[in-house]
């Protein structure tokens, strides 16, 4: 999952996107409203800090929102005023992290939003369940396979889209950030077929995959 964090405090900023880092998550980081327009992409999650040297983080997600750009958000903020925070859920925000606030809180936070992204952690099909939270699938009740972290990735996006055509073009935005070729996400896929030995996961060929509830 990607995540931008828009933070005037550098330290803060920088501490913020080291923990998110950490946990595995791809982190851009800015400390002001022009630099991170310049340099808007796809991003899954916005962490926003409303007061900004140049802007305030209102009028930015106003501004995605008048371009139709819609993007995950929760803001950072000082302020406990409930009018205040009315604001920025009616502009459609997802939360508020009120400072000072504890890592729990963020990751809690983060994962909240991940899990209404990509699905549930623990799902079953079948005779697996996947537990992508602890990068584990358990078979025939008993048997385990470890998987990696971009493996959990793959199929928390597969899970999230039974029985519909997930393309190579959405893999690669989601968890790739679109920068590699086509022929890297078909060999991470099939290295994690054979390692599962997913018979439900059908190649449709030169556009993507299918993950069929069994």
Same mark, same amino acid.
């Given at each position: 999952?990607?995540?931008?964090?828009?933070?005037?405090?550098?330290?803060?900023?920088?501490?913020?996107?080291?923990?998110?880092?950490?946990?595995?998550?791809?982190?851009?980081?800015?400390?002001?409203?022009?630099?991170?327009?310049?340099?808007?992409?796809?991003?899954?999650?916005?962490?926003?800090?409303?007061?900004?040297?140049?802007?305030?983080?209102?009028?930015?997600?106003?501004?995605?929102?008048?371009?139709?750009?819609?993007?995950?958000?929760?803001?950072?903020?000082?302020?406990?005023?409930?009018?205040?925070?009315?604001?920025?859920?009616?502009?459609?925000?997802?939360?508020?992290?009120?400072?000072?606030?504890?890592?729990?809180?963020?990751?809690? &936070?983060?994962?909240?939003?991940?899990?209404?992204?990509?699905?549930?952690? &623990?799902?079953?099909?079948?005779?697996?369940?996947?537990?992508?939270?602890?990068?584990?699938?358990?078979?025939?009740?008993?048997?385990?396979?470890? $998987?990696?972290?971009?493996?959990?990735?793959?199929?928390? $996006?597969?899970?999230?889209?039974?029985? &519909?055509?997930?393309?190579?073009?959405?893999?690669?935005?989601?968890?790739?950030?679109?920068?590699?070729?086509?022929?890297?996400?078909?060999?991470?896929?099939?290295?994690?077929?054979?390692?599962?030995?997913?018979?439900?996961?059908?190649?449709?060929?030169?556009?993507?995959?299918?993950?069929?509830?069994?």
């Amino acid at each position: 999952m990607k995540i931008t964090v828009v933070e005037d405090n550098e330290l803060l900023a920088k501490q913020i996107g080291q923990i998110l880092k950490m946990e595995g998550y791809e982190v851009e980081v800015y400390n002001d409203g022009d630099s991170f327009f310049l340099n808007l992409s796809h991003i899954d999650l916005l962490l926003l800090d409303v007061n900004l040297p140049d802007t305030d983080g209102f009028h930015i997600l106003k501004t995605l929102n008048d371009f139709n750009y819609k993007i995950k958000t929760i803001f950072i903020t000082s302020y406990s005023d409930i009018e205040y925070l009315k604001k920025g859920y009616e502009l459609g925000c997802e939360d508020y992290l009120k400072k000072p606030f504890e890592i729990d809180e963020l990751l809690l &936070k983060v994962k909240k939003v991940q899990k209404d992204i990509f699905g549930e952690s &623990k799902s079953k099909i079948g005779n697996y369940f996947f537990d992508l939270e602890n990068f584990v699938v358990y078979f025939n009740n008993n048997n385990t396979i470890k $998987i990696t972290k971009r493996e959990a990735e793959i199929l928390r $996006i597969f899970l999230a889209n039974v029985d &519909k055509v997930v393309t190579f073009e959405h893999l690669n935005e989601k968890i790739w950030n679109s920068e590699v070729v086509t022929n890297t996400i078909i060999v991470a896929v099939l290295r994690l077929k054979k390692k599962l030995n997913l018979d439900n996961l059908e190649n449709v060929r030169e556009v993507g995959y299918i993950f069929h509830k069994i």
